[in-house]
């Protein structure tokens, strides 16, 4: 004997089904496009930036050049990088 308007048959699982199906089909999206264009690097584009506005505001304030940071001090914070 078979039971009309069941779980399967409810308009809430219905929407609960569509809405894990969209969520499925933009995490597979999401996955697509980071294949496709692969990780991109923005650590590099923010130091450039900040370089160059703390060269200028040294230069409009009068102060000396800083000290050169290489790539690798960069990624240590500011106050972990004179320990040594």
Partial sequence: MA???GYGNSPHMR???W???VMGVSLAIVIVLY???GHMPGSN???QV???QQEDLREQYGLPP???ITEKEAEIP???RDLN
């Fill in 66 to 68: 800083a000290k050169i």
């Fill in 45 to 47: 584009f923010s130091n």
């Fill in 15 to 17: 929407t609960i089904a």
């Fill in 50 to 52: 900040m370089r160059g």
């Fill in 3 to 5: 039971h009309e308007g």
């Fill in 19 to 21: 809405s894990i199906l």
């Fill in 78 to 80: 500011p106050s972990l």
């Fill in 35 to 37: 294949i496709e264009f």
